[in-house]
């Protein structure tokens, strides 16, 4: 599914169900890991279905993403 606003940055799908919008961009602000516990990220990435892979190759299981004045945690785990 391909955001309709950013059709050049795929959203997540499960992202934007959460978020409740097609047209949602939600950054990722801090990550959680089982070894570090609740780390504040430096580059704020868009939650793209990349940077979702890339955070869960990264060891991150879970994050906490804002959109506009919304802040939402998003099990990793659980996507693909």
Do not use: C, N
């Not at 959680?32 to 990349?50: C, F, I, K, N, Q």
Request: glycine share 4%.
């Amino acid at each position: 599914m391909t955001s309709s606003i950013h059709p050049a940055m795929p959203i997540h799908p499960v992202v934007l169900a959460r978020f409740g919008s097609t047209s949602a961009t939600p950054r990722a602000i801090r990550g959680y890991t089982a070894a570090t516990g609740w780390v504040r990220m430096s580059e704020h990435p868009v939650l793209t279905s990349d940077a979702v892979r890339s955070l869960k190759a990264d060891g991150y299981t879970m994050v906490e993403a804002r959109w506009r004045f919304t802040v939402k945690q998003i099990s990793l785990v659980q996507l693909s």
